[in-house]
């Protein structure tokens, strides 16, 4: 099994990137980056997100695992401290996995017969750089309304805990196979309307954003961020692809959530 190990700049993640790899070759496994079967990523989210979007190229073969170096995050299941019992699990790995659902984004542009194409863990939004941002919204291809606001964001089940959930969207299990739209800042009064609640999508339906203006836009792919311009349609959907974890041991998605959010369990007293 080949290994790589993807850490952030943080000077402790660095220190624990170095004792993991020296516990791997220690007990004789193989790391190597460019084609590994399993990435362990070491810091936080942020930085197995990072590692998702270097290596979605390899989604059909490759695994991934997260150490965190400060609490426990939605990705990353190990803490620094667990280095020894992590490796242990390397080594006996019979190749256990978990799979999420991922977002399928496709971008259409003005004189571009190709589309533009990305893969999301968490979400994508689009929003304005300047003045309110006008876009038609479609599902399976029917109009359904006209929003005016911030923008849109669109997010995958594990993405709802997210920017999604920061805007007023609902958080939904993974196991869902489905895609949430939430609005940004929509307008609503007597002239202008919008639905103003978050929907959640069908694994066999879509969602289309076409933009009344093509320049002038943000687009997010996670945590990656581009200006766009001459945008006809952007086209969100539940992507064939899944991202795998290794499953040497899991932890509960709504433990995630208590955790994060309440972290009444540890201090909770009967």
């Not at 590994?36 to 989210?45: A, E, N, R, S």
């Amino acid at each position: 099994m080949r290994i790589a190990i993807i850490h952030n700049h943080n000077q402790k993640s660095v220190a624990v990137a170095q004792e993991l790899r020296a516990l791997c070759l220690k007990n004789r496994l193989t790391l190597e980056e460019k084609n590994p079967d399993l990435v362990i990523t070491v810091g936080g989210d942020g930085t197995l997100l990072s590692a998702f979007h270097r290596y979605a190229h390899l989604l059909d073969q490759i695994r991934f695992v997260g150490v965190h170096t400060g609490h426990l995050g939605f990705y990353t299941d190990w803490r620094d401290f667990e280095l020894e019992e992590l490796v242990e699990s390397l080594v006996k790995d019979q190749g256990e996995s978990v799979s999420y659902p991922l977002l399928d984004v496709k971008v259409s542009y003005q004189n571009q017969v190709e589309e533009a194409h990305f893969f999301a863990l968490n979400e994508s939004t689009l929003k304005r750089i300047d003045g309110t941002m006008v876009c038609d919204v479609y599902i399976k291809d029917e109009w359904f309304e006209r929003f005016r606001g911030d923008g849109m964001c669109v997010s995958t089940p594990t993405g709802s805990t997210a920017y999604n959930k920061s805007v007023g969207g609902a958080v939904i299990h993974p196991r869902l196979e489905a895609i949430q739209l939430t609005e940004i800042a929509s307008i609503n009064n007597r002239v202008f309307r919008t639905l103003s609640s978050p929907m959640i999508v069908a694994p066999n339906e879509w969602i289309q954003l076409r933009p009344a203006s093509e320049d002038g836009f943000i687009l997010t792919i996670d945590q990656l961020t581009s200006s766009e311009k001459n945008i006809i349609a952007i086209n969100y959907r539940i992507a064939k692809e899944r991202i795998h974890f290794a499953r040497y041991r899991h932890t509960h998605f709504w433990s995630r959530v208590e955790d994060a959010f309440i972290g009444a369990k540890h201090s909770h007293e009967i």
